[in-house]
């Protein structure tokens, strides 16, 4: 086994390289071969991790981290505006069950105008100037109501069960013949839906006078 000798002038006491031909020398020899590797500018050992990041790594980070905020804002919006979308329908509903509950509120508390709607219902021919002047004022005020019920269903503000309730409360008035004959004289007044649906129901009332 060969001895290990000293490269250099000042002996090993002054940084100089140990060689030599055992194994003692070579694996300090392999070490110092290390050490160099790590100090070379570029090395992977040498380089911090953060700085192995490209522009490009960094620029599809960004792109990730933009689209989760922008899921994250969409899925927040859209419960927003499910909170929204019904709060605006139950304030709606609320509003046009005062609506009905004022209609009702003349026969209810006056008992001489609710005498008056009988005769008008019954026999408007009977009625006298002033009274068909009020006559017309109160059905323009109900049919005006149901006009506002089917915009509110059309737009989505009035769900289907309580659309069928006031369609079928609408149906039940139009079996009165006054009623019918009211609107026919003054459908003009009225929008294009509450028209059509006015003739869908006078004609679903007279299939069944047929049967």
């Given at each position: 086994?060969?001895?290990?000798?000293?490269?250099?002038?000042?002996?090993?006491?002054?940084?100089?390289?140990?060689?030599?031909?055992?194994?003692?020398?070579?694996?300090?020899?392999?070490?110092?071969?290390?050490?160099?590797?790590r100090?070379?500018?570029?090395?992977?050992?040498?380089?911090?991790?953060?700085?192995?990041?490209?522009?490009?790594?960094?620029?599809?980070?960004?792109?990730?981290?933009?689209?989760?905020?922008?899921?994250?804002?969409?899925?927040?919006?859209?419960?927003?505006?499910?909170?929204?979308?019904t709060?605006?329908?139950?304030?709606?509903f609320?509003?046009?069950?005062?609506?009905?509950?004022?209609?009702?509120?003349?026969?209810?508390?006056?008992?001489?105008?609710?005498?008056?709607?009988?005769?008008?219902?019954s026999?408007?021919?009977?009625?006298?100037?002033?009274?068909?002047?009020?006559?017309?004022?109160?059905?323009?005020?109900?049919?005006?109501?149901?006009?506002?019920?089917?915009?509110?269903?059309?737009?989505?503000?009035?769900?289907?069960?309580?659309?069928?309730?006031?369609?079928?409360?609408?149906?039940q008035?139009?079996?009165?013949?006054?009623?019918?004959?009211?609107?026919?004289?003054?459908?003009?007044?009225?929008?294009?839906?509450?028209?059509d649906?006015?003739?869908?129901?006078?004609?679903?009332?007279?299939?069944?006078?047929?049967?």
């Amino acid at each position: 086994m060969g001895n290990p000798t000293w490269k250099g002038t000042g002996g090993p006491h002054l940084g100089t390289t140990l060689e030599g031909t055992g194994p003692r020398g070579y694996l300090l020899a392999s070490a110092d071969e290390k050490r160099s590797e790590r100090s070379k500018p570029g090395s992977k050992e040498s380089t911090p991790v953060f700085s192995q990041f490209t522009l490009q790594d960094l620029g599809s980070l960004g792109e990730f981290v933009g689209a989760l905020a922008v899921v994250i804002s969409l899925v927040y919006l859209a419960q927003q505006m499910r909170q929204n979308t019904t709060s605006v329908r139950a304030a709606s509903f609320n509003s046009m069950t005062e609506n009905s509950l004022r209609l009702l509120e003349y026969a209810i508390r006056d008992g001489d105008f609710a005498g008056f709607l009988h005769r008008a219902e019954s026999n408007p021919s009977t009625l006298s100037p002033n009274e068909m002047v009020r006559w017309n004022a109160y059905m323009t005020a109900v049919y005006r109501h149901f006009g506002n019920l089917v915009y509110q269903y059309r737009v989505g503000a009035l769900d289907r069960q309580m659309w069928q309730s006031y369609r079928d409360t609408l149906k039940q008035h139009l079996s009165t013949p006054s009623w019918r004959a009211w609107f026919e004289e003054n459908r003009a007044m009225f929008s294009s839906s509450l028209v059509d649906l006015v003739d869908r129901i006078a004609s679903e009332l007279e299939a069944e006078e047929r049967t």
